[in-house]
Structures are given as C-alpha cells and as structure tokens.
C-alpha cells in the first residue's frame, strides 16, 4: 500500500531492515522512500561550528505521515542516487516482490536517519545483525563503497566506526574507516541528552549508547 503511494519508491530504514530479517523491525512504521531529483552540490564548507549548530537542533523528520489498517505509514523523500543498490526482495512466506534497499545501503541509511529506525540503539542492533549475515571486511568494504557513492556532506563514516566497534570488531579491522580520517568532532544523532564522547571516532553518543553490552 505505501509503496503504490508514488512511482519509483522503494522499503527503506526499518522497513528494509524487517525485509532483510531484523527482529523487532516489524514493530516500527512503514518506511518508503521516493528520491528527490539531482541537485547541483552544495557550496557551503563545513566547519565544526556549522556541524555544532545542525546537531543541537531536532532531526528533521517527515511529515508525510498515514495510517491504513493500524499501520503507520511515513513517505520520505530522500537525496538522489538512482535508487543505487535498491532490489527486488521476495517477501518471506510469498511470492510476492517489492524494491528494498540491500543491507549494506540499508546500514547507512539508518546511521544517517537513526529516528528511522528507533534511534542510535535501533542502529546498533542492525549493525550487529548484519554481522550474523555479511563477512565483516566484506561488510566494512561495502560500506565504504556506499558512503562513496552517497557522497554524504557529514562523517557518517565515525558513526559507523562506533556502530561497528560496539559491535565488536577490533580496531585492527576498522582501518577503511579510521584511513578516511577525522577532521571533526561529530554526533551520533541529534540533540544527544548526556552525551559522551569517544576519542577513537572523534563522536557524541548518549551515555545509554555507550554504557551498553
């Protein structure tokens, strides 16, 4: 039903984690993602300043919402990409297919937009289930394939540092990410309540986040 709302959309964030077998997803709204046209890139430099004001402020969230047959159904419109590394998946118990963003763009999305998918600890738990699916340096080198190709303004890349870390990589297999480099300080997520940071990733996170197992 959400995916018949407007042409070329597809399941992302939570929902193509429920796609791709994250228990708990099912739980959360129906996500799908409609892109928006090509833009030409933006011409504002990043500063530490500019990253600082963006990140005390509230995600900003879609207001596209609905409810059909006690589902809670939200549009989003995110950046262009060409729907890369969208897939037809055959839905579990069907023969039914729908277009859903493949895991490793799946874990991107989430850590970009982690209110998608029930926050920072939400994000967490998708990272460590991709690890029960995916080799870790396959997933690692995908990743940073994916930030590529998305061509993100903001360091996802020290999120997903942490993600993985929390996870329980070494760091001895995190070089991909950490060779990109640090050059700010940034934040897991917007408006962090006791936030904690974490020198290796040069990051924010909340105090839950950081204290969990």
């Not at 709302?5 to 929902?15: T, V, W």
């Not at 600082?52 to 409810?67: G, I, L, M, T, V």
């Not at 998946?89 to 850590?111: F, H, N, Y």
């Amino acid at each position: 039903m959400a995916l018949s709302l407007r042409p070329r959309s597809y399941l992302s964030h939570a929902s193509a984690l429920r796609a791709h077998g994250m228990v708990g997803a099912e739980k959360l709204p129906v996500y799908v993602n409609q892109e928006q046209r090509p833009k030409l890139p933006s011409r504002g430099s990043l500063t530490q300043q500019s990253i600082d004001r963006a990140f005390q402020n509230r995600a900003r969230e879609s207001r596209y919402a609905f409810s059909y047959q006690g589902a809670h159904l939200v549009l989003l419109a995110g950046k262009h990409s060409g729907n890369y590394r969208v897939e037809e998946m055959e839905l579990a118990g069907s023969d039914i297919k729908l277009p859903v963003t493949d895991l490793v763009r799946t874990l991107v999305d989430v850590t970009v937009r982690p209110s998608y998918a029930a926050g920072p600890m939400g994000v967490l738990e998708a990272y460590r289930h991709a690890l029960h699916k995916i080799d870790p340096q396959t997933l690692i080198a995908g990743l940073v394939e994916v930030l590529g190709a998305l061509g993100h303004v903001y360091p996802y890349h020290q999120a997903i540092g942490y993600y993985l870390t929390k996870a329980g990589l070494p760091p001895v297999m995190l070089n991909a990410l950490l060779d990109i480099g640090s050059t700010y300080d940034f934040y897991i997520c917007h408006r962090i309540e006791d936030p904690v940071y974490d020198s290796t990733w040069r990051l924010h996170v909340p105090r839950a986040l950081a204290d969990s197992e």
